[in-house]
């Protein structure tokens, strides 16, 4: 019942094909080289590989029959221990071509499940990387078991290798369940961080975008964190929450999340849709994009199609153009005009934060208000309000005996308590530095 490892395995042949009928309208066109990507990151050596055009797929082998004989010859010449293909296949697509070429063949979706696997690293995550891969391996049984059965024929009798299958389809469907109580309970918990969080006030932005497009460094410099970034497919893979360090800056939590890529596995949408939920609690989604990449606007696409599907496409955002470093100041010039309202930065180099910042006061809070109020003696529910929002800096008395409050608030917010009789703006130069001990 054991997922195939790959990772241990060090010689893979990559089969890469463009299928005509499956090209849809926005085709990456680096696509061979994600591809080689994805298995670079799993951990897997490439030893070889093929490329081919082929019109549609076949039924039984996926790979047209003409093609799967000249791989077949190449495959024979090498040392190799399994085959990777980037498409998605059906089970008995899987067994028919490891029967034909006598090795072990992986898709696409076991490719990221395995990847996925070996990166989870927390609780949840481990959980929802499980159940993603249970689920596709049921679907395999289930298919095998359908299998058997027309094999069987008129013998009637339950073999050996058919109990088994009972007994394994048993047991992952009660694993699944099992999963499914564990991970609703973490959820749970989540959700009840969450509501302290809406308490606490802080607004949530969320780092989303294409896998390596560099959330994870822009997102350890706005918060001062070291998580991992690497230049690998899915470095990240558990989402993190942390508060932001600007002082200049509202109070916000920054969450950086999992990277998307294109025809992620329905199984894993699945599994993870609790985590990719939580996405919906964002004020605010900094969707960071990769500028020196060639398949950008593609990549673009694909990242707002998923946070539709996901039900995100009404939460405001900005796009963060990172790595500016990796192109030409004159291509850079052109791109800042034609993209006025986008942020262009490198995440690296956290000198170039300040429009980003402003960009994310402004959105979030309708700019900040910092300086100095008046409250009457009957707001002390605000004076307590202010305080557990945090954004109470300092106290005073004024000479007139008025409480005064230095706070920094959203302007927004500061409408709000203008309106309330006993508040007021007080101005700088009549303040009286009498502090209050609290
Ligand atoms: N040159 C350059 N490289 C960058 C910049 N920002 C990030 N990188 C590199 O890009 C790679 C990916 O960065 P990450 O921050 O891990 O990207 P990510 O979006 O979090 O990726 P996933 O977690 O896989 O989705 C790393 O090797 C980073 O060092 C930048 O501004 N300039
Ligand atoms: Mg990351």
């Avoid at 024979?76 to 006598?102: G, M, P, Y």
Wanted: with cysteine; proline share 2%.
């Amino acid at each position: 019942m054991k997922h195939i490892e790959i990772n241990s395995i060090q010689n893979a042949f990559l089969v890469y094909i463009d299928v005509d009928s499956l090209n849809k309208k926005n085709k990456l066109e680096n696509s061979f080289e994600e591809f080689k990507n994805l298995v670079t990151s799993s951990g897997t050596l490439i030893k070889d590989y093929v490329s081919f055009n082929q019109k549609t797929p076949v039924i039984n082998t996926f790979i047209s029959k003409g093609k799967l004989e000249i791989l077949m010859d190449e495959i024979q010449k090498k040392n190799i221990d399994l085959v990777i293909i980037n498409h998605e296949l059906s089970a008995s697509q899987t067994r028919n071509l490891e029967n034909f070429l006598n090795k072990r063949v992986i898709d696409k979706t076991e490719l990221i499940l395995d990847i996925f696997a070996t990166r989870a690293s927390s609780h949840i995550g481990k959980l929802q990387v499980e159940l993603a891969q249970l689920n596709h391996l049921s679907t395999r049984l289930i298919r095998g078991w359908t299998h058997l059965e027309r094999q069987k024929g008129g013998i009637g009798l339950r073999g050996p290798g058919e109990t088994q299958l009972e007994t394994d389809r048993r047991l992952i469907s009660k694993r699944i369940k099992r999963l499914n109580q564990r991970l609703d309970k973490s959820h749970k918990q989540k959700q009840i961080n969450r509501y302290s969080r809406k308490k606490s006030r802080n607004k949530l932005v969320a780092l989303v975008g294409y896998t390596n497009a560099g959330k994870t460094t822009l997102f350890n410099k706005i918060t001062e964190s070291s998580q991992i970034a690497e230049d690998k497919l899915f470095a990240t893979l558990d989402s993190v929450t942390r508060k932001n360090k600007n002082p200049e800056m509202g109070p916000i939590l920054f969450s950086d999340t999992v990277g998307f890529i294109s025809d992620l596995p329905t199984q894993l949408i699945e599994s993870f849709k609790a985590t990719l939920d939580e996405l919906k609690a964002a004020d605010l989604l900094l969707h960071v994009v990769d500028i020196s990449d060639k398949d950008r606007k593609v990549k673009l696409i694909k990242v707002n199609k998923i946070l539709k599907d996901l039900g995100l496409e009404d939460i405001p955002q900005i796009i963060v153009n990172n790595k500016i470093d990796m192109i030409s100041d004159l291509k850079l010039e052109a791109l800042r005009k034609r993209k006025a309202k986008d942020i262009f930065l490198s995440a690296e180099d956290s000198n170039e934060f300040d429009h980003l910042n402003y960009l994310i006061n402004e959105t979030l809070f309708n700019g900040m208000y910092q300086g100095w109020v008046s409250l009457d003696n009957n707001l002390g529910n605000i004076r307590s309000m202010l305080f557990d929002m945090g954004c109470m800096e300092e106290e005073r008395v004024s000479s007139d005996g008025k409480m005064l409050a230095n706070i920094k608030i959203g302007n927004d917010e500061l409408e709000q308590l203008i309106k309330l009789e006993g508040f007021e703006i007080y101005p700088d130069k009549d303040i009286i530095f009498n502090t209050i001990n609290n």
